[in-house]
């Protein structure tokens, strides 16, 4: 059988499909995996039996006109995956759907043997359609032992309740992978990488003795301590993600993010800046019920922390979220998933004043630099006619500190 998998932009590995790629392989089939953009050529040329789509919400539309051209080209079977299709199965009522983690469910439809009982056994992922990357994507554990409210994560832990919600692979597998692979830049994708400090020891010495590449991981504020940070210095850690996402406590209640404060962060930057990883923050605006107060709270936190970056993006109401169900309840959002974008960086789509959403969106684009410069703008700077004036203004006092250091400024 010809597989043919189709992803939104191929400019990163994606795990999943590559997962599902390395299955089929095992199963004695060809496979392959297309971006959005050359999949309508390359079926047409390729001619596959069955053709998977990995989909996000705010993309489903895009995917479904591509497969009905397809459709309209050559006989093909039809299966729709990714988060969308796992939580809006209705909306592909004439075509098979792959409800969340699905590698033995894609083996048994491949009518494969074999049996996948923990991550272990998995086929690590099939990569030969992505060449030449130089940053290689790996996943450790899967899950998350959070249930943030702006998440997928407690409706999929509701719609899995015998899975565990997370799984960790053998350090020993794990490591293993990476070696086989020899990466310029080693990217592990977990939600929170490395829980358990058991695992973490054994980890970091296999990988200091075995790979040794520079990696990336992501981690919780509170997790955060001087030996978890030498044991990822010691096996060349570079920098790592850390969400505070808002520095407002009422706010963080509403998010169910009670189990971290602000205090956590600023111990977490000043452990990794003291050992030289590379913190990247990250921060969300815009939440129900913020006013700009409460977001300006939050850009205070990350100026005190100084992370190498302030990555923020705006709230948006994901459908079957807590957070979600929350906004339409309290009339804070009143518009479909259709209204979602494909990013979260371009605006708010709460019912909110014009104003606000100009100050949130002005907010979102000059909050890294104003992190950056160690200066906190004033609500009258966040429109779009201001912003200009403010950078300029912020980068003059550089120039001034520059110039007459030890100067009164």
């Known amino acids: 059988m010809k597989f043919l998998l189709v992803v939104k932009s191929k400019a990163i590995e994606c795990l999943g499909p590559m997962y599902i790629s390395a299955v089929a392989k095992r199963a004695g089939h060809e496979c392959h995996i297309v971006d959005l953009p050359s999949a309508y050529d390359f079926a047409l040329k390729w001619r596959p039996n069955l053709v998977g789509y990995s989909v996000l919400t705010g ?3 895009k995917f479904k006109d591509l497969n009905a051209r397809i459709r309209e080209q050559i006989p093909i079977a039809s299966l729709f995956g990714g988060s969308h299709a796992t939580f809006f199965p209705d909306d592909f009522p004439e075509d098979a759907v792959a409800l969340g983690e699905s590698e033995q469910d894609i083996a048994d439809l491949l009518k494969s043997s074999e049996r996948y009982s923990d991550l272990d056994s998995l086929p690590w992922p099939d990569r030969s359609d992505f060449p030449n ?25 509701r719609m899995f309740p015998d899975i565990a919600k997370v799984r960790t692979r053998s350090a020993k597998d794990v490591v293993a992978e990476v070696e086989s692979v020899k990466p310029q830049f080693a990217y592990f994708q977990d939600s929170c990488f490395g829980t358990n400090m058991k695992w973490m020891r054994e980890f970091s010495d296999l990988y200091a003795k075995q790979v040794n590449a520079p990696y990336h991981c992501h981690l919780r504020p509170s997790q955060v301590n001087e030996e978890r940070v030498l044991l990822l210095r010691d096996s060349n850690c570079v920098s790592v993600k850390c969400a505070l996402e808002t520095g407002s406590d009422r706010l963080r209640k509403l998010i169910n993010r009670g189990h971290t404060n ?22 969300i605006l815009g939440l129900p019920s913020a006013t700009i107060e409460d977001d300006l709270c939050t850009l205070e936190v990350n100026i005190r922390c100084r992370p190498a970056y302030a990555w923020c993006s705006i709230f948006q109401p994901y459908p079957s979220t807590p957070l979600a169900d929350y906004c339409e309840k309290q009339g804070i959002y009143t518009g479909g998933y259709s209204e979602i974008g494909d990013n979260f960086f371009d605006k708010s789509v709460l019912n909110i004043s014009d104003e606000h959403k100009e100050q949130i ?21 966040l429109t779009w006619e201001a912003m200009p004036k403010f950078i300029h203004n912020v980068m003059r006092k550089v120039g001034d500190k520059r110039m007459f250091p030890g100067g009164i400024l």
């Open 361 to 381: 969106a002005v907010l979102q684009r000059i909050f890294a630099f104003a992190v950056e410069m160690q200066v906190m703008p004033k609500i009258k700077d």
């Open 133 to 157: 990357m130089s940053i290689r994507d790996f996943i450790a554990s899967r899950g998350c032992a959070s249930s943030c409210s702006y998440c997928f994560n407690a409706t999929w832990n």
């Open 59 to 61: 993309d489903q539309a």
């Open 262 to 283: 602000n205090e956590d962060a600023i111990t977490a930057s000043m452990w990794l800046r003291k050992w030289d990883i590379k913190l990247i923050l990250q921060n």
